[in-house]
C-alpha cells in the first residue's frame, strides 16, 4: 500500500518525533485561562496609541454636511473603495481617519527597515491604472505610503477627507436613510453609505509583564517609532542609539526589519524571544526597467490572480512571481498533492493529502532550519532561533539581514523558552531571573486582533431599531459575504470578517472594493435609497462559513501560540484566522463574480426611503 512517504520519497527525519516537538513547543507556550497575555494602551502608555507625526496646531470647523460616501479608515482598503466608488460615479466620498494622513499600516509604520514582504508589483494597488512603477521588488515603507498618497491624489479622496479626526458615533436613521456620523473635532454629518475600513491591525498592544509601568528608561512601540531619541529614518542610521543599551520585545515580521538596524547602531541589543519567527531568503533587487515597460495590458491582474491562486494551492502553468511564497506553496500545498495524484495515477484521498502536506511541512522547515545554522555563528544562538511549528502558523519572513545580525558581538539573543519575560524592573527586563540592564525599550509587540471588533474601530455603531453592533455581534460576526450585517443598512465591511483572506492582502482588498462598487451602483441605477441582507442570505452564509472553517481550525489549534490563533485559544472563535471563509480567495472571489453576473442582487433587500 502506497503511504504518504512514499509521494515524497526519501525523508532524513523522523516525522513521530518532530510533530512531538512542534507539540511539546506549542503547549508550553499556553498560558493559563484567564492570564491576559497583553494589557491595553493605558495611562502611561496611552501616547503609545497616539499619533507622534500628527501636526499639532491642526484645526477646523465642524462640518454638520451630508455626502454620498463617508469611509472610515484610509489605508488600502478605504482607498481602494474610494477609488472603485469613484469609478462608479459616486461624488462626495469623504474618508475619515486618526492618522495625518491616508496609508494606513503604511502610515503608522515607519520602523527603521519597514517594507512590504510581497512583492511590490503585486502588492502596490492600481500600479497600473496609475501607470507607477516600484522602485524596487519589494518596496520600503516612504514608498508605499508616497504610493497610498498617489491614489488618493488620483482618485480625488483629499477633497472630502477627514483627517486627526476619530468617529465617536454612528446612528441609523430609517426615515431619511441615511447614517449620522459623529467625530471627535465636534462633526454631525451624514451619509447615504458608509463603508467600515478600519483594518485588523491598528490597535497597538503591549505584553502584560509584571512591572512594564516600572521601566525608568525610554520607551515605544514600534508602530510608533520615536525617532528624535534613535535618530535616523525608515532607511536605518540611528546614531541616537551609539550609547545606549537598547532591549526589544518580541521577534515577529516588524522585529525582523528592524532588528538588523538596531543590532547596527546600538551600543547593545538584548532581543528578547518568546518564539522565533520562520526566517527565510528576501533577494530584494531595484526593479529591472526593461522588464517593467515589457509588461502587456493587465499585467497587473494576471501577476495578483497568478500569484494567489499558486498561494492558494493551484497549479498554475506559470509561476509569473517566482519569489519566496511560491516556492513555499509550490512544495506544500495541492500543487504537490496534484503531482503525487499523477503519479499514483489516482487522486489522493483527503488523508492521504494531509499526511504527505505535513511531511513536506517538515522538510521545508527542517530546511529553515537547517538555513540557520549555516549563517549563525554561534551553535546555542543558532539553536535558539529555530522554529518549531508548522510554517503557516506564523506569517513567514524573508530577510537577509536578520539571521547575520546575531554574529555581531554586540547583540544578545535572550531566549525565554516559551515563557515570555519574568519582570520589568525599573531598570531592566528579568529572564530566568537574571536581569539585563538597558536604557530603552522597544516594544515590537503587534496590534489587537482578538478582541471585538468596535473596539478595535474604537466606536460603536447603532442600525436599525436603536440595535448595536457590538451587541448584534456578541456572539462572533453575521454577515452576508462578510459585506453587509442584517440591522445595519447602507453599510458595508471592508477587510477579513467573513472573507478569504490570502496572502497579498491588497488583492483580497481590491475584490472587495470593486464588489462592493458594483453593489451600490446598481442601487443607485436601480433607483433605490437603501440596500440590505436579507436574514436567509445571512445566516446561509454563516452556515458556509462554519462548514469551511474546520479543516483550518483544526490545523490552528495545533500551532504554536500566536494571533492567528488567538494566543492558542482557537475555541474562543477568534484570533487573525477566526471565522474565515475556508475554501480559499481563489474560490471566494469566483463566488463574487458569479453573484454579480446573476445581475439580480440575491440575496439583498433593496427599497426606497419612505417604503
Not at 512603477?133 to 508616497?146: G, R, W
Not at 518564539?275 to 530584494?284: A, E, G, K
Not at 526593461?290 to 498554475?316: C, H, I, K
Not at 442601487?523 to 469551511?548: H, K, L, N, P
Request: with cysteine; charged share 25%.
Amino acid at each position: 500500500m502506497t503511504t504518504a512517504r512514499d509521494l515524497i520519497g526519501e525523508i532524513d527525519f523522523d516525522p513521530t518525533e518532530l510533530k512531538a516537538r512542534y507539540l511539546h513547543e506549542r503547549d508550553k507556550r499556553i498560558r493559563p485561562e484567564g492570564n491576559d497575555q497583553y494589557v491595553e494602551i493605558t495611562d502611561r502608555f496611552a501616547h503609545f496609541a497616539e499619533d507622534p507625526w500628527a501636526d499639532r496646531s491642526f484645526s477646523r470647523a465642524p462640518l454638520n454636511d451630508h455626502v454620498d460616501v463617508v469611509i472610515v479608515g484610509a489605508g488600502f482598503g478605504g482607498l481602494l473603495a474610494g477609488a472603485r466608488l469613484r469609478d462608479a460615479g459616486f461624488d462626495r466620498i469623504r474618508l475619515i481617519d486618526a492618522a495625518g494622513d491616508v496609508g494606513g499600516t503604511w502610515y503608522w509604520n515607519r520602523y527603521p527597515g519597514a517594507a512590504c514582504d510581497v512583492q511590490s508589483y503585486i502588492y502596490l494597488p492600481l500600479l497600473e491604472e496609475l501607470g507607477a512603477m516600484p522602485a524596487h521588488k519589494y518596496s520600503f515603507a516612504p514608498e508605499i505610503m508616497e504610493h497610498s498618497r498617489r491614489i488618493a491624489r488620483a482618485y480625488r479622496l483629499y477633497d472630502d477627507a477627514c483627517f486627526q479626526t476619530s468617529v465617536t458615533g454612528m446612528d441609523w436613521d430609517e426615515a431619511s436613510g441615511r447614517w449620522s456620523i459623529t467625530t471627535d473635532r465636534g462633526d454631525a454629518m451624514t451619509a447615504q453609505f458608509v463603508v467600515m475600513a478600519t483594518g485588523p491591525l491598528n490597535r497597538p498592544k503591549l505584553p502584560g509583564i509584571p512591572g512594564i509601568g516600572s521601566f525608568e528608561g525610554h520607551t515605544f512601540h514600534t508602530s510608533r517609532w520615536d525617532y528624535s531619541y534613535t535618530g535616523g529614518d525608515t532607511y536605518g542610521n540611528l546614531t541616537g542609539l551609539s550609547d545606549r543599551r537598547v532591549g526589544i520585545i518580541g521577534t515577529g515580521a516588524t522585529a525582523v526589519q528592524c532588528i538588523p538596524h538596531l543590532a547596527e547602531w546600538s551600543q547593545h541589543l538584548y532581543v528578547f524571544q518568546r518564539t522565533p519567527s520562520s526566517v527565510d531568503v528576501r533577494d530584494n533587487a531595484e526593479t529591472d526597467v526593461d522588464w517593467f515597460a515589457s509588461l502587456e495590458p493587465g499585467w497587473q491582474q494576471r501577476y495578483m490572480a497568478n500569484f494567489t491562486a499558486l498561494v492558494s494551492g493551484y497549479d498554475e502553468p506559470e509561476d509569473l512571481i517566482g519569489d519566496g511564497w511560491t516556492e513555499i506553496f509550490r512544495g506544500l500545498t495541492g500543487i504537490a498533492a496534484k503531482d503525487a495524484s499523477k503519479r499514483l495515477g489516482r487522486r489522493l484521498d483527503p488523508l492521504e493529502k494531509a499526511e504527505m502536506m505535513e511531511l513536506l511541512d517538515y522538510r521545508k522547515m527542517n530546511g529553515v532550519r537547517g538555513r540557520i545554522d549555516g549563517i549563525v555563528e554561534d551553535d546555542h544562538t543558532a539553536e535558539m532561533l529555530k522554529p518549531w511549528y508548522r510554517q503557516f502558523c506564523k506569517r513567514p519572513c524573508f530577510h537577509d539581514g536578520y539571521l547575520p545580525a546575531f554574529n555581531r558581538s554586540n547583540v544578545t539573543l535572550v531566549d525565554t523558552d516559551g515563557r515570555g519575560v519574568e519582570q520589568i524592573t525599573p531598570s531592566g527586563v528579568v529572564v530566568n531571573g537574571v536581569e539585563y540592564e538597558v536604557d530603552c525599550l522597544v516594544f515590537s509587540t503587534g496590534f489587537e486582533v482578538g478582541t471585538g471588533y468596535t473596539r478595535r474601530a474604537g466606536f460603536d455603531v447603532r442600525g436599525r431599531d436603536g440595535i448595536e453592533l457590538s451587541q448584534r455581534w456578541a456572539d462572533g460576526a453575521r454577515t452576508f459575504h462578510g459585506l453587509q450585517s442584517r440591522g445595519f443598512p447602507n453599510m458595508a465591511f471592508i477587510g477579513f470578517i467573513q472573507t478569504a483572506t490570502t496572502v497579498n492582502i491588497p488583492h483580497a482588498l481590491a475584490e472587495q472594493a470593486g464588489h462592493l462598487a458594483h453593489i451600490l451602483r446598481e442601487v443607485r441605477d436601480r433607483g433605490f435609497d437603501v440596500v440590505e441582507t436579507s436574514q436567509t442570505a445571512e445566516d446561509e452564509w454563516q452556515d458556509e462559513i462554519a462548514r469551511t472553517a474546520v479543516m483550518a481550525r483544526s490545523f490552528y489549534e495545533e500551532c504554536t501560540p500566536g494571533y492567528y490563533n488567538n494566543e492558542g485559544r482557537v475555541s474562543d472563535g477568534t484570533g487573525y484566522a477566526a471565522g474565515m471563509y475556508g475554501g480559499g480567495p481563489v474560490r471566494f472571489f469566483a463566488l463574487l463574480d458569479e453573484w454579480r453576473s446573476t445581475g439580480e442582487l440575491p440575496g439583498l433587500e433593496l427599497r426606497r426611503v419612505g417604503q
